[in-house]
């Protein structure tokens, strides 16, 4: 396990164990074993330390699928690299964020990705349109897909800037059944798209469940 990982993990998760109303579903069905792929919905700058939680408290660490962009970052991008992190270039043809990736669920590991590669600019938080990664990654690593939900944190880091620290706010989170790969074909596009697609449906009823269920008196602080 890298250095950083190690320094990193407690420092900035604990705090955040200590400072919401965490409420987690499924928890059961991430798996404790083995290489495994997990989607999640992206409405917050913050959802990585929600989705880093529920992987850490699950006995593993997770390998983040980040924009390259912040590992420019001074200090964060060296912590991001120290932790092991994987940079995506956006927009562009380099396949190394997918090998990476790849070879980190050969090693067992567990990888975090958002298909929407952005922080949601739906104007109901819920799930935009994706990128056709997280199916092709699980496609060509024969790995289900374990989708996450989360709601609440989009009222504390908006993409807007906007947002509040309100101590005991509930930040909710539920994971879902493991999606297996249809096929391993990867050349189809029309049918990755729809795959993307299915994933995204199933991404989105469990963000509308969680958004229904959220604790009335928070839902507009």
């Not at 407690?10 to 400072?19: M, V």
């Amino acid at each position: 396990m890298e250095p950083w990982y190690r320094i990193a993990a407690p420092i900035l998760i604990r705090p955040n164990q200590l400072w919401f109303n965490w409420h987690l579903e499924g928890e059961e069905l991430l798996p404790r074993t083995g290489p495994a792929i997990v989607a999640g919905n992206h409405i917050s700058y913050i959802d990585q330390f929600v989705s880093g939680n529920v992987v850490i408290r699950a006995g593993r660490r997770p390998r983040f699928m980040a924009k390259a962009e912040l590992f420019d970052i001074p200090f964060v991008g060296m912590a991001f690299r120290g932790a092991g992190q994987i940079p995506v270039r956006r927009g562009t043809r380099d396949t190394a964020s997918l090998d990476a990736a790849l070879a980190a669920l050969d090693r067992g590991e567990v990888v975090v990705i958002y298909p929407e590669a952005t922080v949601t600019k739906d104007p109901d938080s819920l799930p935009m349109p994706a990128k056709t990664g997280a199916v092709r990654l699980s496609r060509m690593s024969g790995v289900p897909i374990t989708p996450f939900a989360s709601w609440g944190a989009q009222r504390v880091w908006q993409k807007s800037g906007r947002g509040s620290l309100a101590f005991g706010r509930p930040l909710w989170a539920r994971v879902g059944e493991p999606i297996p790969p249809a096929s391993r074909s990867v050349d189809d596009v029309a049918d990755l798209r729809e795959a993307t697609a299915a994933l995204m449906a199933v991404l989105t009823d469990m963000v509308v469940d969680l958004r229904a269920r959220y604790p009335a008196r928070w839902a507009g602080r």
